[in-house]
């Protein structure tokens, strides 16, 4: 999901379309060589895809969070990072009509014919935590 803090937003306007972000301040996760500057847009094979531009990018996504909570920009991130983030105020979502593509989390182990009770626990452990951080 796209997300500013309410005071960025004030400042500037909040964008009503993803074509709007050509006039806002992106903040860019940058992976390894590449980055997150392509924001995508719809679903199945109505998708829109934007390029986004702005003054600040890091490779780590809580910088770039706390960047966007200081109201520096505008960021996209998946609901389970920015979730509790927009329930206590300090985010707000845009384009909340908007569709975006999902980021799924999988866990992966061995298929066997039995799951060790620690990998059950941890898999257990981390569904909780994680339907706890995307609920609203």
Request: proline fraction near 5%; aromatic fraction near 6%.
């Amino acid at each position: 999901m796209v997300c500013a803090a309410p005071d960025y937003l004030q400042r500037h306007g909040v964008p009503v379309e993803p074509k709007d972000l050509h006039r806002h301040n992106c903040i860019v996760l940058r992976e390894n060589e590449g980055d997150y500057a392509l924001w995508r847009f719809g679903a199945d094979n109505d998708e829109t895809a934007i390029r986004v531009d702005g003054n600040l990018s890091s490779n780590d996504g809580d910088v770039i969070t706390r960047w966007c909570v200081e109201g520096h920009g505008l960021i996209m991130r998946s609901i389970w990072h920015v979730g509790p983030l927009i329930r206590d105020g300090s985010l707000t979502q845009v384009f909340a009509d908007i569709p975006t593509p999902s980021a799924d989390i999988h866990a992966l182990y061995l298929a066997t014919a039995h799951v060790p009770r620690r990998i059950r626990a941890l898999v257990d452990h981390l569904a909780t935590g994680l339907r706890a951080r995307v609920e609203t």
